[in-house]
């Protein structure tokens, strides 16, 4: 981590200090408070660790209902800056891929191997980094984790992306963490499958047909540009840019869809494995 990210990161920490600060001082637990501003118990937790970026615009809401007399307000135009100034936080391989996401206007995934990174909890991602091979020192482990969960932060841009997600139902059975982890990830997939912008699917195992044999892969369509297919398979990624290359994974993508549980059948699974239903 260079001087210019250690600057950053402490920065978005001390805000998340004083926001804590000021819930525990109003009498809040984590949920209430995210439940009163719109986020979840797990979102607020990241915001006061400083794991996950604090938005200029959610500032203007904490410091009202924490009564903060505009001491949060205060940070906005230093969150800003830093936003601005910051450089690309992901490993050089995937920095255009995150670039082309968080630029992207409709997104398409298919995941066979691990629960997508939008859509991970910080635990599940945790638990991916900590048992990667070669090992990972700690502090890049936290690193990863912290730019993974940046990431999430497309769900909550205006007007919002298109996102589509195809998981094989192998992914939601594989227990990942322990029982706690991939219950806490199985209602953070109920939770974003919930979202408007969203359509997310379930692959049974069972399916005698299966199009996606050649593995997971990612279908972008970044802001006055062309759809773009992205790869990743052991450490090795490919951004795809010709269109003929880029047409197979969309005809393969849009019969994966057709194969796949409709959104609503795939929110009832998942419901089911939790027990819910």
């Known amino acids: 981590m260079d001087e210019e990210e250690g600057i950053t990161s402490e920065l978005f920490t001390a805000v998340g200090e004083q926001m804590k600060?000021?819930?525990?001082r109003a009498g809040l637990t984590q949920r209430e408070f995210g439940r009163i501003v719109g986020y979840?118990?797990?979102q607020?937790?990241?915001?006061?660790?400083g794991?996950?970026?604090t938005q200029?615009?959610?500032l203007d809401k904490a410091d009202d209902v924490l009564n903060a007399e505009g001491l949060l307000i205060a940070a906005k135009?230093?969150?800003e800056r830093a936003q601005a100034k910051a450089r690309t936080r992901h490993p050089g391989w995937f920095r255009d891929f995150a670039r082309a996401e968080a630029e992207s206007s409709v997104l398409h995934e298919y995941s066979t191997q691990a629960i997508p990174g939008l859509l991970q909890t910080e635990e599940y991602a945790r638990t991916l980094?900590?048992?990667r091979r070669p090992l990972l020192d700690e502090a890049t482990i936290e690193k990863r984790v912290a730019d993974r969960l940046a990431r999430q932060q497309i769900f909550e841009r205006w007007p919002p992306p298109t996102f589509s997600f195809v998981l094989e139902e192998a992914l939601l059975n594989r227990p990942i963490g322990g029982p706690t982890v991939r219950a806490n990830q199985l209602r953070q997939l109920l939770r974003i499958g919930q979202l408007r912008p969203v359509a997310l699917?379930?692959?049974p195992t069972d399916h005698e047909e299966c199009p996606g044999v050649d593995g997971p892969f990612t279908l972008l369509t970044p802001k006055v540009q062309r759809q773009v297919a992205y790869t990743e398979v052991q450490g090795y990624s490919r951004l795809i840019t010709d269109p003929e290359e880029v047409g197979v994974f969309t005809e393969r993508y849009g019969i994966i869809r057709a194969q796949a549980l409709t959104p609503r059948e795939s929110l009832s699974l998942i419901e089911k494995m939790l027990g819910e239903r």
Request: glycine share 0%.
């Open 201 to 203: 699917q379930v692959m």
């Open 129 to 131: 980094f900590t048992q």
């Open 21 to 24: 600060l000021l819930r525990v």
């Open 40 to 42: 979840t118990e797990s």
């Open 77 to 79: 135009k230093s969150i």
């Open 51 to 53: 794991v996950r970026i």
């Open 56 to 58: 200029p615009d959610f």
């Open 44 to 49: 607020i937790s990241a915001m006061e660790r």
